[in-house]
């Protein structure tokens, strides 16, 4: 039965990939409807914003879309575009003169449904470019890497997200702010908030995630024991829980244990100064009998 004539379309449509989507799309009119008409929930999309090493005005904006990659190069009011398939570089290539942002913008709009990025994985690195007021994340694992940006660029991308986050990994020099969003205290499997968080204990104590890597100046030691009792409680095996903290310096290491565990080959503990901190501690125990959870990093 040829396709023309086969009457259960919908239900081939679930089994495409991205780039079958889009060659079945560009083989009629009826076919192009058919697609724009049908839920697509891509595995993966990426966009990453990759700087030119020899030109400061220059770079390249990269969005991927499961096997699908279009990278939109240039400066100012010119923009080149590419595409591949696979890692395999496609023929088709254009030049736009209009700035890059705005022609990704565009394609985004158009290929992404008005702005909805949704996918099981979806990652945001380095770049500047700021979501447009109506676009939409729909994820499970959301990763958002931008060293160097005002921490209200953070705070809009977050905004976006409108489900509940397995993991959640957000990097960038300052993270103000990012304490009053709500999907962050929701997310149920890893939270990583490495640089400067806004997180207090109040805030720690209604986190879910068990897998913990959390750089907050205003945690204090009982914030830290309560943390690490839900993480011994609730860890999973692959978990790890690993806090950069202000510590006094008469702080005993030893309070934040349970008084009934027992540590085994405890292997290094250290202190050290930190230019923005008062005092760190990294703990890190080697073994924990299985009774007491998974093993851990502190």
């Not at 083989?27 to 020899?54: G, H, T, W, Y």
Request: proline letters at 5%; one cysteine or more; aromatic letters at 10%.
């Amino acid at each position: 039965m040829e396709w023309t004539n086969f009457p259960k379309k919908d239900l081939v449509l679930r089994f495409l990939d991205y780039e079958a989507r889009c060659n079945l799309r560009v083989c009629s009119k009826e076919n192009r409807d058919l697609i724009d008409s049908s839920q697509f929930v891509a595995s993966r999309i990426v966009l990453v914003d990759i700087p030119s090493n020899m030109d400061a005005e220059k770079s390249i904006l990269r969005l991927s879309i499961d096997t699908f990659t279009i990278w939109f190069i240039g400066k100012q009011e010119k923009t080149r575009i590419e595409r591949a398939w696979n890692g395999e570089p496609m023929e088709i290539c254009e030049t736009k003169l209009e700035n890059r942002v705005d022609v990704l913008k565009r394609f985004i709009e158009k290929f992404l449904k008005n702005g909805l990025f949704e996918a099981t994985t979806v990652k945001i690195i380095r770049t500047s470019m700021e979501p447009s007021d109506h676009w939409r994340i729909k994820c499970t694992d959301f990763t958002l890497i931008s060293p160097g940006t005002p921490s209200q660029w953070i705070l809009n991308w977050m905004n976006k997200v409108e489900t509940q986050l397995k993991e959640l990994d957000v990097q960038n020099w300052t993270l103000e702010g990012i304490s009053e969003i709500p999907c962050v205290l929701t997310v149920s499997d890893k939270l990583h908030l490495a640089d400067g968080a806004d997180f207090g204990d109040e805030q720690l104590a209604t986190v879910e995630a068990t897998d913990l890597q959390i750089s907050s100046t205003n945690i204090t030691p009982v914030g830290i024991k309560r943390a690490f009792e839900h993480y011994l409680k609730n860890g999973r095996p692959n978990d790890s829980l690993l806090l950069f903290v202000n510590i006094p310096e008469d702080f005993d290491l030893m309070t934040i244990f349970p008084e009934e565990m027992k540590i085994q080959n405890l292997w290094r503990i250290s202190k050290s100064a930190w230019p923005s901190r008062t005092s760190d501690l990294r703990f890190e125990p080697e073994d924990i009998p299985s009774t007491h959870g998974p093993n851990y990093r502190y």
